[in-house]
């Protein structure tokens, strides 16, 4: 409980400094997911900064781009120790994505990402079992941002430990994302 409690402290002091710094590491989005997988419901907020003058493969008024992602996500395990009870534990995450997107920001959009995270405690829900509070995830996504800067996704994750010890049971979520960019 008392990692908990830190792990919420943490993060809430690192976003508010970071919002308050020079313009240049200005928190560019905000964003909410929701989503579900393995008994498990995920609710996480983040807030992202753009990589600055970055537009690779520029080419028929659209590049690859990026952007970092902080999040913190709360996961409402349903199956806990495989019973009836329900259990929630906490996820600080840090991820690099990449951002297919046209010139203007504007419009669809497929992006994917690996990072690290940090849980609370060990994921044990439903047959499946972290060993690690440190854990890896990627994801796959696409969505659209509109002119007025609304930007509504869908996402797929994955997190394991990547075999760094066993067991690796890893968790698949499905997410809906909706942000804001600044």
Known sequence: MAINKMLLKTAAAVAVMMAFQAPSYAVDSASLEVGTGNQTTVIRGAVQWQWKNTAWWQSNGTHISGYWDLSLADWREKRFNN???????????????????????????????????????LYNNNDKHFSTAFQFGDHIGAGYVFNNGLDLGFRLQHLSNGGIKHPNGGVNYALIRVGYGF
Do not use: I
């Not at 534990?89 to 504007?106: A, I, M, N, Q």
């Open 83 to 121: 019973t009836d009870s329900t259990h929630n534990l906490y996820d600080l995450g840090f991820t690099p994505v990449f951002r297919f997107e046209r010139d203007d920001r504007k419009g669809p959009y497929a992006e994917g990402g690996v990072g690290l995270h940090l849980a609370s405690e």
